[in-house]
């Protein structure tokens, strides 16, 4: 058996926030290194306000430690089919809680949302994200899959990730790169999500959970036999050496799964 997932937990989101930090910052200065640009897909829910506080954070003045969001190429692990200003939006909800505070002397990064014109159509919505993809990701080579620098993850009470729910035939699918689901166990029903596949090529995947009422389910993913057929589960199965959990000791109270110490920058 290879690497476990790394599971870490902090006593609070405060201080949660700075370890994502080097985390991301990690994958950002990889990525700059290997492509000199950074991509990165992320989901909503409460990541997008947690990651706000990790990068707008003041930094130690070191190369390593500074966010170049000019490098940046955004994407949406998943996305819910509405206007880009509606409250279900996972664009809207990044835009708010970070894209507006983000300071010039950061950089602008460029942010891939989904295109309105296919609003009433999520199929086709699912098609045109997935040809913007092949045209970042294999504009000069043929690939397989899309491999993301790093992709930053939320995990719902019942084990969801992207919209990839438990249960769901989607999580057998392999061919395409995105999906289209029209029958959300969660509203909005119609949205758009990675596959399987590419959530498991990406370089590194980190997952946000904050709060006592993710405990249940995180001790189902990480304890229970059944919670590695869960969505999160599947993650940890299929790309373990991957796979880094931020979490609160909210989060995880009653998980027995080993927790480790906070992660010395760029070892994960």
């Given at each position: 058996m290879g690497k476990p997932p790394?599971?870490?937990?902090?006593?609070?989101?405060?201080?949660?926030?700075?370890?994502?930090?080097a985390?991301?910052?990690?994958?950002?200065?990889?990525?700059?290194?290997?492509?000199?640009?950074?991509?990165i897909g992320v989901s909503g829910g409460s990541l997008p306000k947690v990651l706000a506080q990790a990068?707008?954070?003041?930094?130690?003045?070191?190369?390593?430690?500074?966010?170049?969001?000019?490098?940046?190429?955004?994407?949406?692990a998943d996305e819910r089919a509405v206007p880009l200003d509606h409250?279900?939006?996972?664009?809207k909800l990044l835009k708010q809680e970070l894209l507006d505070k983000i300071p010039a002397s950061l950089g602008k990064p460029e942010v891939h949302p989904i295109d309105l014109k296919y609003l009433d159509d999520v199929n086709e919505m699912a098609d045109q994200y997935e040809k913007l993809l092949v045209s970042k990701f294999a504009a000069k080579d043929s690939v397989k899959l899309p491999i993301f620098d790093l992709l930053l993850l939320g995990c719902g009470p019942d084990g969801h990730t992207c919209s990839l729910f438990p249960g769901h035939?989607?999580?057998?699918?392999?061919?395409?790169?995105v999906y289209a689901i029209e029958d959300s166990p969660k509203p909005p029903p119609k949205r758009i999500t990675l596959s399987l596949p590419v959530v498991l090529s990406a370089t590194k995947i980190g997952f946000v959970a904050t709060g006592g009422g993710k405990k249940d389910i995180m001790?189902?993913?990480?304890?229970?036999?059944?919670g590695r057929a869960l969505p999160c589960g599947l993650v940890n199965e299929g790309a373990p050496e991957k796979v880094s959990w931020f979490t609160?000791?909210?989060?995880?109270?009653?998980?027995?799964?080993?927790?480790?110490q906070s992660p010395v920058r760029g070892s994960i």
């Open positions: 790394n599971l870490f937990s902090y006593a609070s989101a405060e201080e949660l926030a700075p370890q994502l930090r985390f991301v910052l990690s994958a950002q200065n990889a990525g700059r290194e290997h492509h000199s640009s950074f991509r990068l707008l954070a003041p930094g130690d003045g070191s190369a390593e430690d500074t966010v170049k969001f000019d490098t940046w190429e955004i994407f949406f409250e279900d939006s996972n664009y035939p989607l999580l057998r699918e392999k061919d395409a790169w001790r189902q993913i990480f304890d229970d036999e059944e609160d000791n909210a989060a995880v109270e009653g998980v027995s799964f080993p927790r480790r």
